[in-house]
């Protein structure tokens, strides 16, 4: 299958064509990175909104912590002794951006969010690039997205986390010259050695380039270095190239994209 | 599926939970892990019991109750479960928000709050070394962690996944809900035409999928094939079902496909069934037009009356309640449901259990914030 549109934003407050900005406010930070980067990544696809829901489009989104920014929110109004919004409740699932991407876009087919931690974002790809590739999907939106509020920053003070969604859009095979998910492996291995060993293995030196993703990014890291790789491929840098994304925790996840 | 796990509040234990099931309980009772005079509503299902982590590192209560049902799933598999050809999907809606939300009042250090703490401590503590992810899709999330599961499988990335999903009760979800008035202030009956919102529960439920060639090396008994799976979304409302129920005809169409199977093949349906006017009506909706004249004939039921609404875990258990009733012939009632929304004219099963022969396919469906549905079919092994 092919890469027919990306978008990678770095901040909750961009603006971009055809935005329903109603939507966008009610949205926390990673609601509305997550929003953006996924409307963006469309537009940039050319596809056009459908007039009903469209059962073969859908969106996998990965995140590390997705609406906690709304969790936060949600947590002070419950300890405290004043009015509840259920507006703010509503918005502490971690498929938000599932359910806001699929009105404003009519996307009817799957929805899934993937929260496995930094190697998310990097998931969500390679399950959506699958069900394209087994014809259960003709478009799949699918990448990482991480917001942060105080609260959140300083619970992984050591990390020093970066804002950013990265996502992609995924269509049927298009003709030569289209930038192509080649393939991709997940598995969870905490020995750092190991893991190199085992993506050495599974690439078998198909990938010109590796990348590794970068960690302060969490979920968005393999998607957005995925993004950078399809500019590079694009511009006939290279003729292929993985993302490889790990959490110290265990998983571990490769992307193999090519020309 | 050869093995599972499970615990809720009518047990501990895949056989209890049974048992209490098809007795037609209930476990929703007035709440006590916390006050709830400042709420409309009162009562939950709560888990009186939750087991200690066996190694004595995990103080989450969510967490806590995946890793009974996770151990009970793997308890016999001695040593098959490991390495790089087994691999753990869990589904959550808000696993580790206990740990999250009491580090935010001081409490605690924050340790297991990732989302992803359970899957990657199981897969640490078990040797998997294999795929391991964690899925969030609100209240679909168990019955998409299965799907995701059995995909691993049926793509040759896995021979041996476990899958499941967990959550549990909170003032913070029972403030939300309530704040949304989705929480029944009377009797939880799904379908009933006295009906007047959902009651929440808290649990854990593991099913243990493998390649049959791998089963029947080690001589196990499969008891059930999982044969497709889909997900949709509604593209309608954040939190309420499109009332014509496309996006559940969508994920259910689209997991009979992916099963090869038809809807005239189906024999029993474990509807979402919350017991909120909105979600009944939205899910007979869907059942009409998928299964169209027959919808009448085919036994449904919700066991959300009994466990209470366990959000991220509702579609584990409710997997794993249609694996047992594909094995068993018998279909546990809908409890305290007694007289039927006009407005769902289904085969609703009330009362006692009731047997049903020759029953080979089976559906498990799920509807959640966002709009997410999903859909399990399950045949009979």
């Not at chain 1, 069900?131 to 003709?138: F, K, L, M, T």
């Amino acid at each position: 299958m092919a890469v027919a549109g990306t978008a990678l934003v770095s901040s909750p407050d961009g603006e971009a064509p055809g935005l329903d900005l109603h939507r966008l406010r009610r949205m926390d930070r990673y609601g509305r990175i997550g929003f953006l980067s996924g409307h963006l990544a469309l537009v940039s696809s050319g596809v056009p909104v459908p007039a009903a829901p469209d059962p073969r489009a859908g969106l996998v989104l990965g995140t590390t912590f997705g609406c906690r920014d709304s969790i936060t929110g949600h947590a002070a109004l419950t300890a405290g002794s004043g009015e509840l919004s259920p507006g703010l409740f509503a918005q502490t699932v971690h498929n938000t951006v599932n359910g806001e991407l699929a009105i404003q876009w009519r996307l009817g087919g799957v929805s899934e969010a993937i929260v496995s931690g930094p190697t998310a974002g990097l998931e969500a790809i390679l399950l959506a690039a699958r069900r394209v590739e087994e014809g259960e999907a003709d478009l799949v939106v699918a990448g990482g997205a991480e917001g942060w509020n105080d609260a959140m920053r300083r619970a992984v003070a050591a990390r020093q986390p970066e804002e950013a969604g990265a996502m992609l859009v995924l269509v049927p095979a298009r003709g030569a010259g289209a930038v192509r998910i080649a393939g991709g492996t997940s598995f969870f291995e905490p020995d750092e050695r190991a893991v190199a060993r085992r993506v050495d293995a599974w690439l078998a030196g198909r990938a010109a380039r590796v990348v590794a993703a970068r960690p302060e990014l969490y979920a968005a890291s393999g998607p957005a270095a995925a993004i950078g790789l399809v500019d590079a491929l694009r511009a006939g840098e290279v003729v292929s190239g993985a993302v490889v994304a790990r959490d110290p925790e265990g998983p571990v996840a490769v992307l193999l994209l090519e020309v | 599926m050869t093995a599972g796990g499970a615990i809720a509040t009518l047990g501990t234990g895949v056989e209890p939970l049974w048992a209490a099931l098809v007795a037609g309980r209930s476990g929703l009772a007035p709440v006590t892990q916390f006050d709830p005079s400042r709420y409309a509503a009162r009562q939950a299902a709560e888990v009186r019991d939750v087991p200690a982590d066996p190694l004595g590192e995990v103080g989450e209560r969510a967490h806590r109750l995946a890793l009974a049902a996770a151990g009970e799933a793997v308890l016999g598999i001695d040593g098959a479960f490991t390495g790089e050809r087994a691999a753990i999907v869990a589904g959550t809606t808000l696993g580790g928000n206990l740990a999250y939300t009491g580090w935010l009042d001081g409490a605690g250090d924050g340790s297991h709050a990732s989302l992803a703490a359970v899957t990657n401590l199981l897969a640490a503590r078990l040797g998997v070394r294999g795929p391991t992810r964690t899925v969030s899709v609100a209240c679909a999330s168990g019955t998409a962690a299965i799907g995701l599961g059995a995909q691993l499988i049926e793509r040759g990335e896995a021979d041996v996944v476990l899958a499941g999903g967990y959550d549990a009760l909170s003032e913070f979800v029972f403030a939300g809900f309530d704040s949304l008035r989705a929480l029944s202030v009377s009797t939880v009956r799904p379908f009933d035409a006295r009906r007047d919102g959902l009651g929440l529960g808290e649990g854990a439920a593991f099913l243990l999928l493998e390649e049959a060639e791998h089963a029947a090396r080690r001589g196990a008994r499969p008891l059930a094939l999982v044969s497709g799976y889909a997900s949709s979304s509604d593209a309608h409302h954040m939190t309420r079902p499109s009332p014509s129920g496309d996006g559940l005809v969508r994920a259910l169409t689209a997991a009979l496909a992916r099963a090869g199977a038809a809807p005239e093949d189906v024999g029993f349906v474990s509807a979402h069934g919350t017991g909120t006017t909105f979600n009944d009506r939205m899910e007979a909706a869907a059942f009409r037009r998928v299964f169209g004249e027959r919808t009448g004939e085919i036994p449904v039921n919700s066991i959300k009356s009994g466990l209470g609404h366990t959000l991220g875990a509702a579609g584990a258990l409710e997997a794993l309640m249609t694996v047992l009733v594909l094995d068993r012939g018998l279909v546990p009632p809908t409890p305290l449901t007694e007289t039927l929304d006009p407005a769902c004219t289904l085969d609703v099963v009330r009362g006692s259990a009731r047997p049903v022969a020759g029953l080979r396919l089976a559906v498990s469906t799920s509807s959640a914030f966002a709009g997410t549905n999903a859909a399990l079919v399950l045949e009979k092994a």
